[in-house]
């Protein structure tokens, strides 16, 4: 049997909410992956009930405050683990079985095929902590869904169930629960039925002609730009009201 990677995100009893360390061995795992020639397929899932319940609330205060801070973390250690995964040269496939929410969709959209149990559910609520995706982020989205899910999920920042996300492409196939495991298993035999060459020309042909489609993206200026929101009062009030359970009285000043 020619070997399969698989990737299991785990963080016991938060869901599997994305710490900053865990964003750092994930680029690292990724970038291990890609420099093994004998794997045809790499599998990334959730441990027990969840895919990935978003960040880790808990390094708020310390890691995600200042602009410089906000910039940071994901340009230097977010943006670089999913370029890890879409840059994977073999198959890669997002396993979910639960919540798939905020940087867990992340995780899911840079993926080739995603695959769900019909207990999943798919979201990033950021809007209601009172800041956009980051640029980088924000392309994976687009780039999976389009723009019209994409707005639709960041502007009403609500969580869709699995029925919805497939109907709208979101993932690629939904099981019940009980099946899942024996879904993933066939997924992974079709993938490996193909030539493995073909399957790597396939993942940079298709990446190059989604380039070629989105265009030179933003400049210098805008990237910049786009960091403005973390000097916010919006920002702060956001933060503030998720980590002490309370509704924002946000007032875009």
Known sequence: MLPVARVTLSHPGQLNAISIQMWRELRQCFEEISAHTDLRVAVISGQHSAFAAGADIS??????????????????????????????????????????????????????????????RFGVPINRLGFPMAPQEAAALVGCVGAATALELLLEGRLMDAEEAYD?????????????DEAVNTLIQNIRAGGPAAARRHKWLIRRLMELAQGPGLTAAQHD?????????????????????????????
């Open 59 to 120: 390094e708020f205060a310390e890691q995600r405050m200042s602009r410089e801070q906000v910039r940071a973390y994901h340009e230097d250690i977010i943006a670089p683990a999913l370029r890890a995964i879409a840059h994977c040269p073999i198959p890669v496939v997002a396993a979910i079985d639960g919540a798939c929410v905020g940087g867990g969709l992340e995780i899911a959209c840079v993926c080739d095929l995603r695959i769900a149990t019909d207990r999943s």
């Open 168 to 180: 709208k492409g979101l993932v690629n196939r939904v099981v019940p629960q009980s099946l899942f």
């Open 225 to 253: 730009a786009s960091w403005d929101f973390a000097d916010s009062q919006d920002y702060r009030r956001g933060i503030s009201a998720f980590l002490n359970k309370t509704s924002p009285d946000f007032q875009d000043d």
